[in-house]
């Protein structure tokens, strides 16, 4: 039976194990975590808004596949109960498109083909500016499709995407959910752990198979034991360079991969959701919201309802805190969290209450595009190699949470060298980092 080990226990390396679990019965997953608590990171703590059609042609195909898949997920499993899913009208303020313009951060055609597909990201601005014209896009401005639990700007909103292109997921349930499903199909975690090194299983026999060596990083458990394993694949969000100059220390090359640091508020307020669904989640028919617009502070506010009657704002980003060890060792910064609280409060109104601060890091890479490759055995270095192949799913940036699933697949797919059933092969091209 073939064995994968899948480094990063993330929504990527979650969906990986589940698809391929799914696909390929007769196969030994692994999935190896080394932070103490699961879904610490952005799998557990970003905003959960997935979109169909808000990507780059390269991106596209994806995008559009992992949403179905989403959607898919959700019927199958009952995910409305069970992880939020929901569908979402998005909505801008006008004034927010117009500063987007006037700083240059959308180009005017509607399929860009700049190189850099997360320039808004590092600049500030809101992941609205993904697409080239929101007046192109928008549906009906129905009082119904406005969300009412906005306190200011409400009516001056403009809706861009309808219930059929964009929705509305809570990621740590949906991880939750995703593990229990892999852990009933016999897949392994390992957590904390963390892989150290890869060798043979005979060290006498070069034709022997690898194995790769993890320590368990518990303080009162001392073990270290050694996984055969035919494939490896590399999901560890921002902290993926880390791991793979770990395992091949020899590389000439090792993928770039930026940390970006954002902070988010989870809040309640009396008007969200509706008084009639206030004590369960809301029926399938009354969708979430998604309000994009932007603050006096200088940066563009992202807030989205979800069906639990939580309300997420996040958009406050920083490429300049450096990423920790363990995604447990992240502390969001107070000045940060004071300033997303004064705007849920100009937003919302007064009397919202925050009930969870977040800091969390995404993966940015330079092209702005998520990397999905199988990595060549010259970009591996002269040290043990692996009979299956060693692959890389990084750099999804803010869109983690809506193209996991599709990524997952795919991955899924390229690991048991089957056809991937969309086009990725202009996502396998990355830029490699100092060594």
Same mark, same amino acid.
């Given at each position: 039976?073939?064995?994968?080990?899948?480094?990063?226990? $993330?929504?990527?390396?979650?969906?990986?194990?589940?698809?391929?679990?799914?696909?390929?019965?007769? %196969?030994?997953?692994?999935?190896?975590?080394?932070?103490?608590?699961?879904?610490?990171?952005?799998?557990?703590?970003?905003?959960?808004?997935?979109?169909?059609?808000?990507?780059?042609?390269?991106?596209?195909?994806?995008?559009?596949?992992?949403?179905?898949?989403?959607?898919?997920?959700?019927?199958?499993?009952?995910?409305?109960?069970?992880?939020?899913?929901?569908?979402?009208?998005?909505?801008?303020?006008?004034?927010?498109?117009?500063?987007?313009?006037?700083?240059?951060?959308?180009?005017?055609?509607?399929?860009?083909?700049?190189? %850099?597909?997360?320039?808004?990201?590092?600049?500030?601005?809101?992941?609205?500016?993904?697409?080239?014209?929101?007046?192109?896009?928008?549906?009906?401005?129905?009082?119904?499709?406005?969300?009412?639990?906005?306190?200011?700007?409400?009516?001056?909103?403009?809706?861009?995407?309808?219930?059929?292109?964009?929705?509305?997921?809570?990621?740590?349930?949906?991880?939750?959910?995703?593990?229990?499903?892999?852990?009933?199909?016999?897949?392994?975690? %390992?957590?904390?752990?963390?892989?150290?090194?890869?060798?043979?299983?005979?060290?006498?026999?070069?034709?022997?198979?690898?194995?790769?060596?993890?320590?368990?990083?518990?303080?009162?458990?001392?073990?270290?034991?050694?996984?055969?394993?035919?494939?490896?694949?590399?999901?560890?969000?921002?902290?993926?360079?880390?791991?793979?100059?770990?395992?091949?220390?020899?590389?000439?090359?090792?993928?770039? *991969?930026?940390?970006?640091?954002?902070?988010?508020?989870?809040?309640?307020?009396?008007?969200?959701?509706?008084?009639?669904?206030?004590?369960?989640?809301?029926?399938?028919?009354?969708?979430?919201?998604? *309000?994009?617009?932007?603050?006096?502070?200088?940066?563009?506010?992202?807030?989205?309802?979800?069906?639990?009657?939580?309300?997420?704002? $996040?958009?406050?980003?920083?490429?300049?805190?450096?990423?920790?060890?363990?995604?447990?060792?992240?502390?969001?910064?107070?000045?940060?969290?004071?300033?997303?609280?004064?705007?849920?409060?100009?937003?919302? $109104?007064?009397?919202?209450?925050?009930?969870?601060?977040?800091?969390?890091?995404?993966?940015?890479?330079?092209?702005?595009?998520?990397?999905?490759?199988?990595?060549?055995?010259?970009?591996?270095?002269?040290?043990?190699?692996?009979?299956?192949?060693?692959?890389?799913?990084?750099?999804?940036?803010?869109?983690?949470?809506?193209?996991?699933?599709?990524?997952?697949? *795919?991955? $899924?797919?390229?690991?048991?060298?089957?056809?991937?059933?969309?086009?990725?092969?202009?996502?396998?091209?990355?830029?490699?980092?100092?060594?």
């Amino acid at each position: 039976m073939p064995t994968t080990v899948i480094l990063g226990t $993330g929504i990527i390396g979650l969906s990986t194990a589940y698809y391929l679990s799914l696909i390929s019965q007769k %196969h030994e997953i692994h999935l190896v975590e080394s932070s103490p608590e699961l879904f610490a990171s952005a799998s557990g703590k970003a905003a959960g808004f997935l979109a169909k059609d808000w990507f780059t042609p390269a991106v596209m195909p994806l995008g559009e596949f992992s949403f179905d898949l989403h959607r898919k997920l959700a019927e199958q499993h009952d995910g409305h109960s069970r992880w939020g899913y929901s569908g979402s009208t998005a909505s801008v303020d006008p004034k927010t498109d117009a500063v987007l313009h006037a700083n240059g951060s959308r180009p005017t055609q509607r399929r860009r083909s700049r190189k %850099h597909d997360y320039d808004w990201l590092m600049q500030g601005s809101s992941r609205l500016s993904s697409l080239d014209n929101p007046s192109e896009v928008r549906g009906q401005d129905d009082e119904d499709d406005l969300p009412r639990w906005l306190h200011a700007k409400r009516r001056s909103l403009q809706v861009i995407s309808d219930r059929t292109t964009t929705g509305q997921v809570d990621p740590y349930p949906l991880c939750q959910f995703l593990l229990q499903q892999c852990r009933a199909r016999g897949v392994k975690l %390992h957590q904390p752990a963390h892989a150290t090194e890869l060798q043979r299983t005979d060290c006498k026999d070069p034709s022997s198979k690898t194995s790769i060596r993890l320590e368990y990083l518990n303080p009162n458990l001392s073990a270290i034991i050694d996984i055969p394993c035919d494939s490896i694949v590399i999901a560890a969000g921002c902290w993926t360079p880390r791991v793979y100059k770990t395992l091949f220390p020899n590389a000439g090359r090792i993928p770039r *991969v930026t940390a970006l640091a954002g902070h988010s508020v989870v809040l309640r307020t009396k008007r969200w959701p509706p008084p009639l669904f206030s004590t369960s989640v809301l029926p399938p028919s009354m969708g979430c919201h998604a *309000v994009f617009t932007n603050d006096a502070a200088g940066y563009s506010p992202e807030i989205f309802s979800r069906s639990s009657g939580d309300v997420w704002l $996040g958009g406050y980003n920083s490429s300049h805190i450096a990423l920790p060890k363990l995604a447990t060792e992240s502390v969001p910064q107070p000045d940060s969290i004071s300033v997303l609280v004064n705007s849920a409060k100009a937003l919302c $109104g007064e009397d919202v209450e925050v009930v969870k601060e977040g800091l969390c890091f995404r993966p940015v890479v330079p092209t702005g595009r998520p990397v999905i490759a199988q990595m060549h055995e010259a970009d591996l270095g002269d040290g043990v190699q692996v009979g299956g192949g060693v692959f890389v799913a990084t750099g999804h940036g803010p869109w983690g949470i809506t193209l996991s699933l599709g990524t997952g697949y *795919v991955v $899924g797919e390229m690991v048991l060298g089957r056809e991937t059933s969309v086009d990725v092969k202009a996502l396998s091209t990355w830029e490699a980092q100092a060594v």
